[in-house]
Structure formats: structure tokens, C-alpha cells
């Protein structure tokens, strides 16, 4: 089992900028695929984004898509989310999470995740 930490949230302007990291502990960082979900107060949890093992395959919420981009160091067993023209509505508890299966169809279902980080708290403000 893969132990996340996130780290990186905080609070920002609209407009601004914010790069969250994840770090994994373990010897199969690789072998997993790797998410980033949100959660704001009082509603459920959402896909954000998800990165394939070698990080060859992103794919995005279409809330977020073109303003932010997830990335991968295997090296360093890191998962990152580079967050640009940040947005009230961005405000939320981002979660990473880890799979050891992924398909086209579930990537997104906050299900298939086996292990959940603790979460790192973004704020934007307007």
C-alpha cells in the first residue's frame, strides 16, 4: 500500500497561480496511476486530473482543462498539479490518490482509487 502526502496549497489571488505536490511513499510509485480530486464545502468529491504510470496519458476535468496540467517524477515518486488562472470556484481540499488499474471509462471514479492523500486546502479569492 502507498502512503500520499500533498503538500503546496494556500491562498491566492484569481488569476493566480498554485503548483501542488504530492509525495509517495513505497517501493511501486511506477506501477501506480495517479489523480488529483477536489472537494469543496459541502459537496462531493471531483475528478481533476489523472496521469498515466510513465505519464505518457494525462487526462482533465473539463472545468480545468487548459489551466492546469499534471505531471509526474518517477524519480522522485512525485505526482505535481500546476494550477494557472486560478478561480473562485477552484477553491476546494485537494485530495492525490493512486490506482493500480485505470481504464477510459472509471479513471475519473473516486472508487477505483486504493489509497488517498490527506488533502491540501486551495483558496482563491476574488
Known amino acids: 500500500q502507498v502512503q500520499l502526502v500533498e503538500s503546496g496549497g494556500g491562498l491566492v489571488q484569481a488569476g493566480g497561480s498554485l503548483r501542488l505536490s504530492c509525495l509517495a511513499s513505497?517501493?511501486?510509485?511506477?506501477?501506480?496511476?495517479m489523480g488529483w480530486f477536489h472537494q469543496a464545502s459541502g459537496k462531493e468529491r471531483e475528478f481533476v486530473a489523472a496521469?498515466?504510470?510513465?505519464?505518457?496519458?494525462?487526462y482533465y476535468a473539463e472545468s480545468v482543462k487548459g489551466r492546469f496540467t499534471i505531471s509526474r517524477d518517477n524519480a522522485k515518486s512525485t505526482v505535481y498539479l500546476q494550477m494557472n488562472s486560478l478561480k473562485p470556484e477552484d477553491t476546494a481540499v485537494y485530495y492525490c490518490?493512486?490506482?493500480?488499474?485505470?481504464?477510459?471509462?472509471?479513471?475519473?471514479?473516486?472508487?477505483?482509487?486504493?489509497?488517498w492523500g490527506q488533502g491540501t486546502q486551495v483558496t482563491v479569492s476574488s
Open positions: 513505497g517501493r511501486t510509485f511506477s506501477r501506480y496511476y
Open positions: 496521469i498515466t504510470r510513465s505519464g505518457g496519458s494525462t
Open positions: 490518490a493512486a490506482t493500480p488499474v485505470f481504464s477510459g471509462s472509471d479513471y475519473y471514479t473516486v472508487g477505483l482509487y486504493d489509497a
